[in-house]
């Protein structure tokens, strides 16, 4: 018998995210009291031995000098510039802004104050998407295992203590959807504002997110006037984008005013030369990816044309004539891209912070470079990294599993459909935006857009799929 179970109006009060955040029963208590257990055991007896330290906190990722920077621009002067003391462009001011007023209030303890911060953020978006399962479903079991799921996640965990925009973003980000999937249900203006505001906001956290918006609105659109809701369809696509777009327009205008740019954020230009441009030369070249972006650096058709364009305008015409060239291959390694944020093992990332780490993945290396992947495996079940690698493949490889489960299931048999519509549309927007770039460098980073949304369908799964049928 299909499971029908809708939300009922009772679930959500005018003041649902303060009653939701304090209301309390044993499921919630017992992912709190876990939540806050592996992170204290996560950073003082994993990462901890490995010397992890404020300075590896600001250091061991280049992009973390590219928020501090700002961040202390902002805090000493009042004015966003990078390290060579020009208007940012680039990076967006968002998570510098963060930075800047904890910088501001503890110049000297400001980075452990960001860490608990993030650290915290993350523990709140836990406890909301146990909520969030519990009032979808009214399955208690379902919502703590989706919890946990969210709470074991270790990437999350291990990038909440860097100085790197991706934390704070997918804290917005969650909360925001909250907000969202509230206002699909209850219809209220007040959550699509609030969720609205927090979307804008993450903008200026990560710009990755800045088309969101539209396809929400797209959305929300065609499911109003399917219930011939026309008047409250332009009423909340007014309040989704010009509550998004109003504050990034004005952002734009501050860059061509200062600078002459005329988008949002030049990273766009950046990632789509630099990154999705070299992985498709390295492959039509026969070479490897970094090769390709020290080539692209020098190529002498982007100086001619910062000759007559601005350098983000020459790398955006340079990337878009290789990609439209190259669509097979550029769908092959977006393909490839997805498959690493889902499947690349946070463990392999982690243990970079320590030299028998790093020494351990030289020798899973040089197996595979010798001996091809039977020597890569040997290598991996000779050696407790590689044993904890494995283990974690294969969790990655359920929660895989019962999120697809959990996406199909949810949309035919929970009702209403559209929440679990717009939560999976959420899910495949950041799984493929992100792929391009991320066909290179720390995968699990960018897992991070996507990693709750993979942890709230798997807990569906065991709502629709009950390990033991009812009698």
């Known amino acids: 018998m299909p499971l029908t179970r809708s939300i009922t109006s009772n679930n959500y009060k005018k003041n649902f995210f303060m009653k939701t955040l304090l209301t309390q029963d044993k499921g919630k208590l017992l992912l709190l009291g876990i939540t806050i257990g592996i992170r204290i055991l996560f950073f003082y007896f994993l990462v901890g031995p490995m010397n992890f330290s404020t300075e590896i906190s600001t250091g061991f990722y280049p992009d973390s000098e590219t928020y501090i920077h700002p961040a202390n621009s902002i805090a000493t002067i009042g004015q966003f510039l990078n390290n060579e003391g020009i208007p940012e462009i680039i990076r967006t001011p968002g998570y510098p802004l963060f930075l800047a007023l904890f910088i501001s209030i503890s110049l000297s303890y400001w980075v452990e104050i960001v860490i ?18 519990l009032d979808l479903t009214e399955n208690r079991k379902a919502a703590l295992i989706g919890g946990l799921l969210a709470s074991v996640n270790l990437h999350d965990v291990y990038f909440s203590g860097f100085i790197l925009s991706d934390s704070l973003f997918q804290s917005l980000l969650w909360i925001a959807s909250f907000f969202f999937v509230a206002f699909l249900k209850k219809g209220s203006f007040t959550n699509l504002f609030v969720a609205a505001i927090l979307f804008a906001f993450g903008f200026f956290v990560r710009p990755v997110s800045l088309y969101l918006p539209v396809c929400l609105a797209i959305g929300v659109f065609i499911h109003l006037s399917f219930q011939k809701k026309y ?92 990609i439209l060239s190259n669509l097979p291959l550029f769908a092959l390694l977006t393909i490839k891209g997805t498959t690493l944020i889902l499947f690349y093992p946070s463990i392999f990332d982690i243990i970079r912070l320590s030299p028998d780490g790093l020494n351990f993945i030289d020798i899973v290396k040089n197996s595979f470079l010798n001996s091809g992947f039977k020597g890569a495996i040997q290598s991996f079940v000779t050696n407790p990294a590689g044993i904890l690698t494995v283990l974690n493949i294969i969790l990655l490889g359920i929660i895989f599993i019962c999120m697809c489960f959990g996406i199909f299931g949810s949309i035919k048999k929970i009702s209403p459909p559209i929440v679990f519509v717009a939560m999976a549309g959420i899910f495949l927007y950041f799984l493929l935006i992100s792929s391009g770039p991320n066909g290179y460098g720390t995968y699990p980073r960018f897992r991070l857009t996507v990693s709750f949304y993979q942890a709230f369908f798997a807990g569906l799964f065991f709502v629709l799929y009950p390990l033991k049928k009812k009698t």
């Open 116 to 133: 608990i911060i993030q650290v915290l953020l993350n523990i709140l978006s836990v406890l909301l998407l146990y909520n969030l399962i």
């Open 231 to 322: 008047r409250k369809s332009f009423y909340a696509i007014g309040i989704l984008l010009f509550t998004c777009y109003l504050p990034a327009s004005l952002w734009q205008i501050r860059n061509q005013n200062l600078t002459g740019f005329r988008g949002f954020s030049a990273i766009s230009s950046h990632n789509l030369y630099y990154y999705h441009t070299a992985g498709i030369n390295a492959i039509n070249n026969g070479t490897d990816f970094y090769t390709e972006q020290d080539n692209l650096k020098k190529d002498q058709a982007l100086q001619d044309l910062t000759k007559v364009m601005s350098l983000q305008e020459a790398e955006f015409s340079l990337a878009k004539d290789t």
